[in-house]
């Protein structure tokens, strides 16, 4: 079957250290996306990415990194300077990039929490 | 700046008591008008997307309508199972999703 897949589910960070999620579609999506909930919270947009080895900051890029070096794969660090990590990630796909309207499809998300 | 706001923001239903969720929108050009629901600890799952106002959409128990400010979503005779988290998202131009705060649905047998 087609899906996302995020690894880990759960994850703990160490202050002062970067961590890595895991996102990989078998959707053949062009589009992929990070986004971070918080209680109470609509889902934030951190970065994404409409093709290889190219992608944009989302509304809180601050304290994040990714990289698109295959179409399948869209990793997402966490480092250090993200002083709040502890949130549940989300990552999505979806076809054609920006310009489409059609729908992301999400994975089932990592929760990150601090030791 | 795009802005979505879903209200209730909770709501408790006896099981088969019909009710609405509504989404109100502020975006210049709508592209879509999304429906998820997410149920604890996992991703959002797709539901449906609504274009133009006028258009509906219906799945199960679910039936999602748009006009040109706000979309809702009828829930009829909910069951146990329909208790869940239902965001709503909308496209604006060629931007990225903006996304309400959600309305936690919870039905009681």
């Known amino acids: 079957d087609g899906g996302i897949t995020q690894s880990p589910k759960y994850l703990f960070r160490k202050e002062g250290q970067n961590v890595t999620l895991s996102c990989e579609q078998n959707l053949n999506h062009d589009a992929m996306y990070w986004y971070r909930q918080d209680p109470g919270q609509g889902l934030r947009l951190i970065y994404y990415?409409?093709?290889?080895?190219?992608?944009q900051k989302g509304d809180i890029a601050e304290g994040y990194s990714v990289s698109r070096e295959k179409k399948e794969s869209f990793p997402l660090t966490v480092t250090s300077a993200q002083k709040n990590p502890t949130a549940f990630y989300l990552c999505a796909s979806t076809y054609s990039g920006g310009g489409s309207n059609q729908p992301q499809h999400f994975g089932d998300g990592t929760r990150l929490s601090i030791l | 700046e795009d802005q979505v706001t879903q209200s209730p923001e909770a709501l408790r239903l006896q099981e088969g008591e019909s009710s609405s969720l509504n989404c109100s929108y502020t975006?210049?050009?709508?592209?879509?008008l999304f429906w998820y629901r997410q149920d604890p600890g996992k991703g959002p799952e797709f539901l449906f997307t609504l274009y133009s106002a006028g258009e509906e959409k219906e799945k199960e128990r679910l039936k999602a309508t748009l006009t040109k400010k706000e979309s809702f979503l009828h829930i009829t005779a909910p069951k146990p199972e329909d208790s869940a988290t239902y965001l709503c998202?909308?496209?604006?131009?060629?931007?990225?999703?903006?996304f309400g705060k959600g309305t936690m649905l919870l039905v009681s047998p």
């Open positions: 975006v210049s050009g709508l592209r879509g």
């Open positions: 990415s409409q093709i290889v080895n190219d992608f």
């Open positions: 998202a909308v496209q604006a131009g060629y931007s990225t999703l903006t």
